[in-house]
């Protein structure tokens, strides 16, 4: 489904405006930066599911 370093785009944009994350961190909680300011998002793996829209770029 997604694997470390695929670019991911997220239901609702981060607070800078750009939608593209990068998975930085798999594992029970995973880590996404984002692409247009670098601010580093943790999140449980359940919620991740939820919020992910689609995966843009595979690694």
Known sequence: MYEL???VQMKK????GT???EI???GMDIKIK???CGHIV???RGE???????VLERE
């Open 13 to 16: 944009p981060h607070a800078c």
């Open 24 to 26: 930085i961190r798999l």
């Open 42 to 44: 943790m999140m449980p």
């Open 34 to 36: 984002c692409t247009g």
């Open 5 to 7: 370093h695929d670019m």
């Open 19 to 21: 939608n593209r994350f």
């Open 48 to 54: 991740f599911d939820k919020k992910l829209k689609k």
